[in-house]
């Protein structure tokens, strides 16, 4: 290896490491949701601050406690959603594809940020 490759490959590395840095540790502002679909149709939205449990069409069971929502309870055969992290941060889900429910964290205050950089 030559030297500027070394340099290259520790550039890279040291700017992986700052975005890791940056998304694992990063404060999440406002107040987060956990929003439940069905199918594609919204089955509720819940507030990740009040302690709950709430059973989804008799199919699975979500726990909401100390602001993080998981799975409790599947009835599907592979149980990949209950044995997935608890999620917190705004844009983690958790998806039970056999039962088709998708448990999504989202924030409801605004970033003032677009899809479009200027």
């Known amino acids: 290896?030559?030297?500027?490759?070394?340099?290259?490959?520790?550039?890279?590395?040291?700017a992986a490491a700052a975005v890791f840095a940056f998304l694992h540790?990063?404060?999440?502002s406002g107040i987060r949701s956990a929003e439940v679909t069905v199918d594609g149709d919204v089955f509720g939205t819940y507030d990740?601050?009040?302690?709950?449990?709430i059973d989804i069409n008799g199919t699975n069971r979500l726990v909401i406690e100390d602001g993080r929502a998981k799975m409790?309870?599947?009835d599907c055969p592979d149980?990949?959603?209950?044995?997935?992290?608890?999620?917190?941060r705004d844009g983690e889900s958790i998806i039970c594809l056999p039962n088709q429910i998708v448990i999504s964290v989202e924030s409801t205050?605004?970033?003032?940020?677009d899809g479009v950089a200027r």
């Open 1 to 14: 290896m030559k030297k500027n490759d070394l340099i290259l490959a520790a550039v890279v590395i040291l």
């Open 25 to 28: 540790f990063r404060q999440d």
């Open 48 to 53: 990740l601050t009040e302690d709950q449990t």
């Open 72 to 74: 409790e309870w599947a």
């Open 79 to 88: 149980q990949v959603c209950v044995h997935h992290q608890p999620v917190y």
């Open 109 to 113: 205050q605004e970033s003032g940020l």
